[in-house]
């Protein structure tokens, strides 16, 4: 090799980056020793923004183009390096090559629940989780706060920061918005774009701009068992159910609200014997309530008999009187008897009647200082300051086969 050749591989030539990734952010093109020569050729694709760095010192900034390294292109380097009346030799300078595509499918999600707190269940914890699509929008401020001195920046090498970005901004959105845990599950779409401005806000620093959110919303088990039993929109109406029909299904969901909490206690079986006795009462009940609005009455239709009421009636019978064979009305629907909700394990559950409660007292699930809350009340309150509940306490039932007590002496 000629010195001639050797001194012209020295130089550069052409500045470029051709990048077979989608996940590369930032590149800094290998100069190693080489001097970038007077002239040369920068080409800078779409998606891509060239940033040129002479000792440490952000300098020119390129778009995408096909450009010539000359001085009228270069004012911030001419001025650094002194180039008053342009520039004839080679040069040293750092380019880095930042990628200004969208990065899609980022997926993030809380590590810990973020508790809210919910008007039916108090204090809720719920999760979230989605995706996101970032890019770089400010390539400096992104040069400074990220790339560092680091030849190559990956997404995965970020990828921690943003998520942990977007875990914060939805705590923060959540503690701003003041819904519920059932209401921000039904406004997820809404609070999507809610949540893409607060983590916008968090990022903007390092450069980073925030297109779009996806969100997620899980709520704890035994609440979507409550929603699912149609529990949640009972306590929220606060009012009583108008017919039969809306009548069972809402005791048969007691009964089965009932079944559960003793299932979940441990070493409660009394109490849990109690309260299936309890659901099974209730749901036939419901049934024969059913039955009675239903018009069951068997009907006995024979040949040659005239039929009055339903009922046969043989010739030479006097007239029946009005109404006798007809079927009676059914009863009116018994009157609304007052909830309690519970603070069981610390967790809210019900709503029960009284007599449901007795059993949790005899097995010791309700005590005097229990937390209770039924509608109508302000906040919940210990049960023996109820006044519903306070016979519960004072005067418990004898045990089934005690004997009556005696009468008195004449």
Do not use: C
């Not at 790339?147 to 920046?153: A, C, F, L, M, P």
């Not at 979507?224 to 009012?239: D, F, I, L």
């Amino acid at each position: 090799m000629g010195l001639m050749d050797k001194i012209r591989n020295e130089f550069i030539d052409i500045v470029e980056w051709l990048d077979e990734t989608n996940t590369t952010l930032a590149w800094r093109f290998p100069r190693y020793d080489n001097e970038i020569k007077n002239g040369a050729q920068l080409i800078v694709r779409e998606g891509q923004f060239a940033l040129f760095v002479y000792r440490g010192q952000l300098a020119d900034g390129f778009g995408p183009g096909h450009y010539q390294l000359v001085s009228e292109n270069m004012p911030i380097m001419s001025t650094l390096q002194g180039w008053k009346h342009g520039f004839n030799s080679p040069f040293r300078s750092e380019v880095y090559f930042i990628n200004t595509r969208p990065v899609t499918d980022l997926r993030w999600g809380t590590p810990q629940p973020v508790t809210v707190r919910d008007p039916d269940f108090k204090m809720v914890q719920v999760r979230a989780n989605g995706t996101t699509i970032v890019r770089v929008v400010d390539p400096p401020a992104f040069l400074r706060q990220v790339i560092g001195t680091e030849s190559v920046v990956d997404m995965e090498q970020i990828t921690e920061m943003i998520r942990r970005n977007i875990t914060l901004a939805f705590s923060d959105m959540v503690l701003a918005s003041g819904l519920g845990a059932i209401d921000l599950q039904g406004r997820q779409v809404e609070l999507s774009d809610k949540l893409r401005e607060f983590v916008a806000q968090r990022v903007q620093s390092f450069g980073i701009g925030v297109d779009a959110v996806t969100l997620s919303i899980s709520l704890p088990e035994e609440i979507q068992q409550a929603m699912t039993r149609g529990v949640a929109r009972g306590v929220e109406a606060g009012g009583f159910l108008s017919n039969v029909g809306d009548l069972n299904r809402y005791t048969q969901a007691q009964a089965a609200d009932a079944m559960l909490a003793a299932a979940q206690n441990e070493g409660g079986g009394n109490a849990m014997g109690a309260a299936m006795q309890a659901g099974m009462g209730v749901v036939l009940g419901g049934q024969m309530a059913g039955n009675m609005q239903g018009g069951m009455a068997p009907q006995y239709p024979q040949q040659g008999y005239p039929q009055q009421g339903g009922y046969p009636q043989q010739p030479g019978y006097p007239p029946q009187q009005p109404g006798y064979g007809q079927t009676p009305p059914p009863p009116p629907p018994l009157p609304s008897q007052q909830q309690f909700h519970v603070e069981l394990n610390g967790q809210a559950a019900g709503p029960y009647q009284v007599e449901q409660l007795r059993q949790f007292v005899s097995s010791g699930q309700l005590t005097p200082q229990t937390n209770v809350w039924s509608t109508g009340m302000s906040a919940w309150a210990a049960a023996e300051t109820v006044p519903g509940l306070q016979v519960l306490f004072n005067s418990p039932p004898p045990l089934p086969g005690t004997p009556p007590p005696p009468p008195p002496a004449q």
